[in-house]
């Protein structure tokens, strides 16, 4: 098991090594076009060059540390402000903001002129000793540090928000350089856009509140202002074109650097790794295959081996041998139990967090539910109903005009059964619901059609004509009274909106692992297919009942889940952005190879199934 | 090497070719009954004529609501605005320099000299790659599998690849889904379904079809249990990239995960994600485009050929590629043999099929192509005089397309005639072929349709049980399906029964998307 991280951590040096060559590269294309050659072996660049090299390995520590492969998804603002002041997020915010003014302090040395220094000599001899020369506060200097140190914190902050430790893995494989090339041209156009926008935030923020760290500063450094100059906190003083010129470089520098230093983390992080399915040597048994899938290793390390046996299935025929091999001694299938074993246990586990999340929305009012009895019951005759549908379609289909007539009729006249049983048919949403919501609400309207609007208020007016003597006062004030009786504090409600669980969020973090799901789906199916030519002693045959049971039960699932009122049915529109939204739109990736994997197998076996 | 001298002469005037049994094509009259043994092979396999006339026309040219509405003179900054969200930047210069604002004229000569500077520019670009000077819907006729694409009713064909069932896009840019178990036929159409060049069907899918349109990759999400005839355009999910337009190649990965689109104009193919609309661009300069995308049946090659005298031959795990520069002209079209090991593509100019052979695919060595080093000639097609009874026929001259059938065992390719010699015509050579333990190719014969028919598009059906079938297009919209009767040298390959695969589709996975067709 310790070599397993030991190679993540032997990649992960030769991607600092790769940094480090890169950066000291970047500083010298930067101080190259900053200076002139003459400059160039001044010691100040070298510490610079240092300085900055200590930066990014900062950086990438922190890349490496707060890294996830499974994104947490805040399901509500409050959450995600919970997100913002926790411990660790502060440490990293506060830790980049320094970071953005050590690379800008970098960039203001090397750019020189009236940039380098926090304090010159003053200008303005207005002193009566001329022997002793006052020393001023140098603002410009002063602003390039405030704005890097904003430049960080906006990273960090952006950082969380876009989920950027975030690691996608690639929809094809392909190797480091390419992919890097592929993505250098974005990043640099998005670092250059951001950067646009870093500078008017820092320009409006240093507008109005820049004259608390220059007084801050020339009081404790005992510094001068000097009175030729104007003040930055004013229009004329950043209208200065060279200073907003300088101040976007070096956030473009920041952020470039910055970004590289986390796409490489990130191809380095993701990239296929090749794990033994059985061991050669005695001692290497814990990373083989089997042994990793069944363990708990860090999460990363199973995902990367799940990645690794959905490439085997797919291009390795000497490898699925090795899994459909017999144990020497004894002869019995271990790997492919193994393997099978844990992917089953993986889209078991699935299916269960669906059911659990349907039976929490039923129980929100969303929808109503079949009961999970209904529920298994419909599953385990979901094969038989497979050669039904037809039939099943043309019932459903004559079901539904009766169905929206009924919601017009009084309760009374819907049985339960019905509505039971219509459940699940495609066209049950909209009125269905309604009548759900009627069922749930015990109010003495029931029987006539009500909007839910209107019911909703039902319960506050009720109380509020059982309210005594109120009944005499004027209309209005009686209105006044109810306002305040009846909704509770503004605080209250506030935090209830905010803790208002948004439904695209929520569904977005049941579906964050999915990644794993689909590995697994697209590993067991290719390997059950290779089984069909490949399979000599017949390992597979004995579990292939099991398998196509799981792969059907969570089919039904999953097709009941995009049925959810508030799922969406089709993935976002994805804009050409840097960040990778890529864990938006698993759930649709998961139906999908869902559905491949599925028919992978019955197009293999064909008519063996029967 | 095979040559068309070899051939035996084609059919009589006024025979059509109905069959192949027992190594030879049989020609007989239209109406003319397969042999009873035959016929149930058949008889649910729907044979159309969708002539030209019965389709509607555009009933207006441009599509935009413009001309209908009275011309209203608007400032020259509304104007520019306006051509700047249509055109962009070429569209605002244009229409400062036709402004007949009199006291612009400073504005009007900079914005003409920088117009004639961008068609400059521009035709040098085009002069490096001529085809970037065509039209996109002439660029699409250009690069298009079908011989005559502009003209012809049918534009584009598709076989589903586990089904009986095809798509048919047609010149009034909409599609007909034709199954031989049900009598609807669902005709889709779509607001950007225009120029439709090619289509493509899911594989390992119940029924999701890929269109390659003027603007962008449409895929249609059709429910094979609805009994709707018109899916509504909420069915179909685009697939746009900016500056990737027009597409005129699709292929699916034949395991199903992901769709690869080209455009002449774009230097990268684009590989998909369907399910969730992303796209990884693989990008190569050199050749100015992509034209033509073929992926190997077992899914581990994709053949890309280029607008110039080169294509590239990509290997689908690492997805690196091999680069292959032709002598005379652009590759117009390949095919790859079952097993992935060997690619018949064929050079515009030339006259002859060429064989590529690749090393045998093993997982052990990635991102390596593994081809031979070079390319041999298989078959001479050029020109060949056959004295019949009826006269003297002469055939050969460049392939258009060429397809391969799932077993192996028959090669058709398209040959069209040369332009000049008005006696030529355009036709279908059928070759017999074994890939293993030698490749061979051996002559079959011609394939006629009715008169003055000419080929249009060939397309084999994908699980045809008694050998081959292939279906042609004709120019009068006619689409025939001829099978060819043999007993595979092979072991049979376990191309999917329809049976199971109707039966899966009804239950777990396409039912369930029945909203999108109710009527709620």
């Known amino acids: 098991m310790h070599s397993v991280p030991r190679c993540l951590i032997l990649n992960i040096c030769y991607y600092h090594s790769f940094i480090l060559y890169y950066c000291t590269f970047m500083n010298n294309v930067f101080s190259f076009i900053l200076d002139s050659f003459n400059d160039w072996y001044t010691s100040y660049v070298i510490f610079c060059i240092l300085l900055m090299s200590v930066v990014i390995l900062i950086i990438s520590i922190f890349n490496v540390e707060f890294y996830a492969v499974v994104p947490s998804i805040p399901c509500s603002r409050l959450a995600l402000l919970g997100k913002i002041i926790h411990p660790r997020q502060v440490i990293h915010s506060v830790v980049h903001a320094i970071m953005g003014m050590l690379v800008a302090w970098c960039a203001a040395v090397m750019t020189k002129g009236k940039f380098q220094f926090l304090a010159l000599p003053c200008t303005a001899s207005e002193s009566l000793d001329g022997a002793v020369q006052h020393m001023c506060l140098n603002e410009y200097h002063l602003f390039l540090l405030l704005s890097g140190a904003f430049m960080g914190y906006n990273y960090s902050l952006l950082y969380l928000v876009n989920n950027m430790n975030y690691l996608p893995f690639p929809i094809i494989q392909q190797y480091k350089y390419l992919r890097f090339r592929r993505s250098l041209p974005l990043l640099v156009k998005r670092s250059c856009v951001e950067s646009l926008y870093l500078v008017r935030n820092v320009c409006v923020a240093h507008y109005f509140f820049g004259y608390i760290p220059r007084a801050w500063i020339s009081t404790t450094m005992d510094l001068h202002t000097d009175s030729k100059l104007h003040p930055l906190d004013t229009l004329t003083g950043l209208l200065d074109l060279s200073l907003l010129y300088h101040t976007w470089l070096c956030g473009v520098f920041l952020l470039i650097t910055w970004h590289v230093t986390w796409l490489l983390f990130k191809i380095y992080a993701t990239e296929a790794h090749h794990f033994p399915v059985q061991p050669t040597f005695a001692e290497e048994t814990d990373q083989c295959l089997p042994k990793i899938l069944n363990s708990n290793p860090p999460l990363i390390i199973k995902f990367l081996a799940l990645q690794d046996l959905m490439l085997l299935s797919q291009y390795s025929p000497i490898r699925r041998q090795e899994v459909f091999s017999l144990s020497q001694p004894g002869g019995h299938p271990h790997n492919w139990t193994a393997i099978s074993k844990e992917c089953l246990n993986l889209l078991s586990d699935l299916t269960q967090k669906l059911i659990m999340q349907q039976e929490a929305a039923a129980t929100n009012g969303r929808v109503k539910q079949p009961s999970t009895g209904e529920l298994g019951r419909s599953l385990s005759s979901s094969e038989e109903m497979a050669f039904q549908t037809q039939r099943s379609n043309v019932i459903s289909r004559a079901h539904m005009p009766s169905l929206v007539k009924s919601s017009l009729l009084p309760l009374k006249a819907l049985s339960t059964s019905d509505l039971g049983s219509s459940f699940g048919s495609p066209f049950s949403s909209p009125a269905l619901n309604r009548k759900a919501g009627i069922l749930d609400l015990n109010s003495p309207w029931h029987g006539s059609v009500q909007s839910p609007h209107v019911m909703r208020r039902g319960p506050k007016l009720w109380t509020s004509s059982s309210g005594g003597d109120l009944r005499f006062q004027s209309p209005l004030i009686l209105l006044f009274v109810l306002e305040y009786s009846t909704q509770p504090s503004f605080i209250y409600t506030w935090l209830q909106n905010k803790q208002e669980q948004h439904p695209e969020a929520s569904i977005q973090a049941v579906f964050s692992d999915a990644q794993m799901h689909i590995w697994a789906l697209e590993g067991l199916s290719r390997l059950v297919a290779a089984s069909f030519t490949e399979d000599r002693f017949g390992v597979v045959q004995t579990t292939l009942p099991v398998i196509l049971n799981t792969l059907l039960t969570l089919q039904e699932v999953v097709d009941k889940h995009f049925k959810l009122p508030h799922a969406s049915s089709k993935p976002p529109r994805i804009s050409g952005s840097l960040m990778d939204t890529s864990y938006k739109t698993l759930r649709f990736a998961l139906r999908a190879s869902l559905k491949t994997a599925i028919y992978r197998i019955t197009t293999t076996f064909g008519e063996h199934l029967k | ?520």
């Open chain 2, 1 to 520: 090497m095979c040559s068309l001298a070899l051939f035996p002469p084609p059919p009589a005037p006024g025979d059509v070719t109905l069959y192949e049994c027992h190594n030879a094509l049989v020609s007989g009259h239209i109406y003319e009954k397969l042999p009873l043994a035959f016929q149930d092979q058949l008889a649910d396999l729907p044979v159309l004529t969708i002539p030209k006339e019965t389709l509607k026309a555009h009933s207006r040219l441009e599509h935009s609501t413009k001309p209908a509405f009275i011309h209203h003179q608007e400032t020259l900054w509304k104007r520019c605005l306006n051509a700047w969200r249509d055109v962009g930047m070429c569209g605002v210069l244009n229409e400062v320099a036709n402004a007949e604002e009199a006291d612009l004229q400073w504005m009007k000569t900079g914005s003409s000299w920088a117009l004639a500077l961008c068609h400059w520019v521009s035709s040098l670009h085009g002069s490096l790659f001529p085809h970037l000077s065509l039209c996109s819907e002439d660029m699409i006729a250009e690069f298009s599998q079908a011989v005559d694409w502009a003209g012809c009713s049918i534009r584009a064909f598709a076989w589903h690849p586990h089904t009986s069932k095809f798509a048919v896009a047609l010149l009034d840019d909409s599609i007909r889904v034709y199954n031989t178990n049900s009598a609807t036929v669902p005709i889709l159409k779509h607001r950007l379904q225009r120029n439709v060049a090619s289509m493509a069907w899911k594989p390992l899918c119940a029924s999701i079809l890929a269109v390659a349109c003027q603007s962008c990759v449409l895929v249609w999400h059709l429910d094979p249990t609805s009994l709707s005839t018109r899916p509504s355009s909420g069915c179909a999910q685009v697939l746009a990239y900016p500056g990737h337009s027009p597409v005129t190649s699709l292929a699916w990965a034949p395991s199903g995960e992901m769709l690869l689109s080209a455009s002449p104009v774009d230097t990268a193919m684009l590989v998909w994600d369907v399910s969730t609309e992303n796209c990884v661009p693989l990008q190569w300069f050199g050749g100015g485009g992509v034209t033509y995308l073929a992926w190997s049946p077992d899914g581990s090659k994709v053949l890309a050929a280029t607008p110039s005298a080169v294509f590239r031959v990509w290997e689908a795990q690492m997805w690196t590629c091999e680069r292959w520069p032709t002598i005379k002209g652009r590759c117009q079209t390949g095919c790859w043999s079952p097993d992935g090991s060997r690619l018949l593509f064929t050079v515009l100019g030339e006259s002859v099929i060429y064989s590529l052979s690749f090393s045998e695919y093993s997982g052990e060595m990635q991102g390596q192509v593994g081809g031979s080093k070079t390319a041999s000639i298989v078959a001479d097609l050029s020109e060949t005089t056959f004295e019949t009874l009826y006269g003297e026929a002469r055939i050969g001259g460049e392939v258009h397309s060429m397809v391969w059938d799932p077993s192996g065992e028959r090669l058709a390719a398209l040959i069209r005639g040369n332009p000049e010699t008005p006696e030529s015509r355009t036709i279908v050579a059928v070759f017999r072929t074994r890939n293993s333990p030698v490749f061979e190719l051996l002559p079959c014969g011609f394939l006629q349709g009715e008169p003055g028919a000419q080929p249009q598009l060939i397309a084999f059906h994908p699980c045809f049980k008694k050998g081959a079938l292939l279906t042609v297009c004709w120019s009068t919209g006619r689409i025939s399906h001829i099978p060819f009767f043999f007993v595979s040298a092979q072991v049979p390959c376990f191309s999917p029964s329809p049976s199971p695969v109707v039966a899966l589709s009804s239950s777990s996975a396409s039912v369930r998307e029945q909203p999108l067709f109710s009527e709620l």
